[in-house]
C-alpha cells in the first residue's frame, strides 16, 4: 500500500553505493511519507520523505535481482 516510484538503472547503483538521494531524482515523491522505489519490477529500496528536508531517507535497500 506504499506509494511506488520507477527509478532509472543510474538511480539504483546510487542506491546500492549509500548515495542518499535529492527529492528531486524521485519525479512526483510525496513531501512527506515512505515510499518504494522500483526498477523493471524489482523493489530497490525504501526511502522517507520528510517536509522541509531535501533528500530522501534511505530506510532499507533491496538489491537481490535488481540488474542495475
Known amino acids: 500500500g506504499l506509494p511506488t516510484f520507477e ?13 542518499q538521494l535529492g527529492r528531486n531524482e ?3 515523491s510525496p513531501s512527506e511519507g515512505i ?3 522500483v526498477h523493471a519490477g524489482h523493489l530497490v529500496a525504501l526511502v522517507e520523505a ?3 528536508i531535501p533528500e ?3 530506510l532499507r535497500v533491496f ?3 535488481v540488474a542495475g
Do not use: F, S, Y
Request: glycine letters at 14%; proline letters at 0%; hydrophobic letters at 40%.
Open 7 to 19: 527509478v532509472d538503472a543510474r538511480t539504483v547503483r546510487r542506491v546500492a553505493n549509500g548515495v
Open 35 to 37: 515510499v518504494q522505489l
Open 63 to 65: 538489491l537481490e535481482g
Open 56 to 58: 530522501l531517507r534511505t
Open 50 to 52: 520528510q517536509r522541509g
Open 26 to 28: 524521485v519525479k512526483g
